[in-house]
Nanobody, 116 residues
Framework: QVQLVESGGGLVHAGGSLRLSCAAS????????MTWVRQAPGKGLEWVSS????????DYADSVKGRFTISRDNAKHTLYLQMNSLKPEDTAVYFC?????????WGQGTQVTVSS
Protein backbone atom coordinates (compact mmCIF):
# COMPACT_ATOMS: atom_id res chain seq x y z
CA GLN A 1 0.00 0.00 0.00
CA VAL A 2 1.02 3.61 -0.40
CA GLN A 3 3.18 4.86 2.45
CA LEU A 4 4.81 8.21 3.05
CA VAL A 5 7.08 8.57 6.07
CA GLU A 6 8.50 11.97 6.97
CA SER A 7 11.55 12.49 9.15
CA GLY A 8 14.14 15.12 9.98
CA GLY A 9 12.10 17.55 12.03
CA GLY A 10 13.22 18.96 15.33
CA LEU A 11 13.90 22.03 17.43
CA VAL A 12 16.20 24.66 15.95
CA HIS A 13 17.04 28.29 16.69
CA ALA A 14 16.01 31.02 14.30
CA GLY A 15 18.47 31.20 11.43
CA GLY A 16 19.23 27.51 11.62
CA SER A 17 18.66 24.75 9.10
CA LEU A 18 16.92 21.41 8.88
CA ARG A 19 16.56 18.84 6.13
CA LEU A 20 13.30 16.94 5.96
CA SER A 21 12.96 13.61 4.20
CA CYS A 22 9.92 11.74 2.95
CA ALA A 23 10.41 8.04 2.21
CA ALA A 24 7.84 6.74 -0.24
CA SER A 25 6.68 3.23 -1.03
CA UNK A 26 3.77 1.41 -2.63
CA UNK A 27 3.65 3.43 -5.84
CA UNK A 28 5.88 4.43 -8.73
CA UNK A 29 7.65 7.30 -7.03
CA UNK A 30 9.60 8.31 -10.14
CA UNK A 31 6.33 9.05 -11.95
CA UNK A 32 4.75 11.05 -9.17
CA UNK A 33 4.44 14.79 -8.64
CA MET A 34 5.22 15.43 -4.97
CA THR A 35 4.29 18.17 -2.53
CA TRP A 36 5.23 19.47 0.89
CA VAL A 37 2.49 21.05 3.00
CA ARG A 38 2.64 22.38 6.56
CA GLN A 39 0.24 23.16 9.36
CA ALA A 40 1.14 25.68 12.00
CA PRO A 41 -0.44 25.49 15.47
CA GLY A 42 -4.07 26.58 15.31
CA LYS A 43 -3.93 27.23 11.57
CA GLY A 44 -4.98 25.50 8.38
CA LEU A 45 -2.87 23.66 5.87
CA GLU A 46 -0.39 25.72 3.87
CA TRP A 47 1.18 24.54 0.65
CA VAL A 48 4.97 24.89 0.85
CA SER A 49 6.55 23.41 -2.26
CA SER A 50 6.09 20.96 -5.11
CA UNK A 51 8.27 19.21 -7.63
CA UNK A 52 7.71 17.32 -10.86
CA UNK A 53 8.39 13.61 -11.13
CA UNK A 54 11.74 14.17 -12.88
CA UNK A 55 12.90 16.79 -10.37
CA UNK A 56 12.15 19.73 -12.62
CA UNK A 57 10.00 22.80 -12.04
CA UNK A 58 10.37 23.20 -8.27
CA ASP A 59 7.80 25.65 -7.01
CA TYR A 60 7.60 27.45 -3.68
CA ALA A 61 5.24 29.47 -1.57
CA ASP A 62 6.30 33.10 -1.33
CA SER A 63 6.80 32.64 2.40
CA VAL A 64 9.66 30.16 1.87
CA LYS A 65 11.07 31.18 -1.51
CA GLY A 66 14.82 31.70 -1.37
CA ARG A 67 15.13 29.79 1.93
CA PHE A 68 13.76 26.31 1.19
CA THR A 69 14.83 23.90 -1.53
CA ILE A 70 12.81 20.89 -2.62
CA SER A 71 14.54 17.94 -4.25
CA ARG A 72 14.11 14.24 -4.80
CA ASP A 73 16.11 11.08 -5.33
CA ASN A 74 14.04 8.77 -7.45
CA ALA A 75 16.51 5.92 -7.02
CA LYS A 76 15.96 6.12 -3.25
CA HIS A 77 12.22 6.87 -3.51
CA THR A 78 12.78 9.87 -1.27
CA LEU A 79 11.63 13.49 -1.32
CA TYR A 80 13.58 16.18 0.52
CA LEU A 81 13.05 19.69 1.82
CA GLN A 82 16.16 21.64 2.75
CA MET A 83 15.14 24.49 5.03
CA ASN A 84 17.61 27.29 5.68
CA SER A 85 17.34 30.61 7.50
CA LEU A 86 14.46 29.25 9.52
CA LYS A 87 12.09 31.66 11.21
CA PRO A 88 9.75 31.17 14.18
CA GLU A 89 6.83 31.41 11.75
CA ASP A 90 8.10 28.25 10.05
CA THR A 91 7.07 26.31 13.15
CA ALA A 92 4.61 23.68 11.97
CA VAL A 93 4.02 20.03 11.27
CA TYR A 94 5.35 19.28 7.79
CA PHE A 95 3.70 16.69 5.59
CA CYS A 96 4.59 15.25 2.23
CA UNK A 97 1.76 14.15 0.03
CA UNK A 98 1.00 12.67 -3.34
CA UNK A 99 -2.06 12.16 -5.47
CA UNK A 100 -1.85 8.54 -6.59
CA UNK A 101 -4.52 7.36 -9.02
CA UNK A 102 -6.91 10.04 -7.88
CA UNK A 103 -6.48 9.55 -4.15
CA UNK A 104 -4.39 11.87 -2.03
CA UNK A 105 -2.02 10.23 0.42
CA TRP A 106 -0.34 11.87 3.40
CA GLY A 107 2.45 10.95 5.74
CA GLN A 108 2.17 11.25 9.51
CA GLY A 109 4.10 14.51 9.49
CA THR A 110 7.24 15.72 11.19
CA GLN A 111 7.31 18.55 13.72
CA VAL A 112 9.53 21.56 13.08
CA THR A 113 9.90 24.05 15.91
CA VAL A 114 11.91 27.23 15.44
CA SER A 115 12.74 29.19 18.59
CA SER A 116 13.38 32.92 18.52
Amino acid sequence: QVQLVESGGGLVHAGGSLRLSCAASGFIFSSQYMTWVRQAPGKGLEWVSSIYSDGSNPDYADSVKGRFTISRDNAKHTLYLQMNSLKPEDTAVYFCNADVLGRRYWGQGTQVTVSS
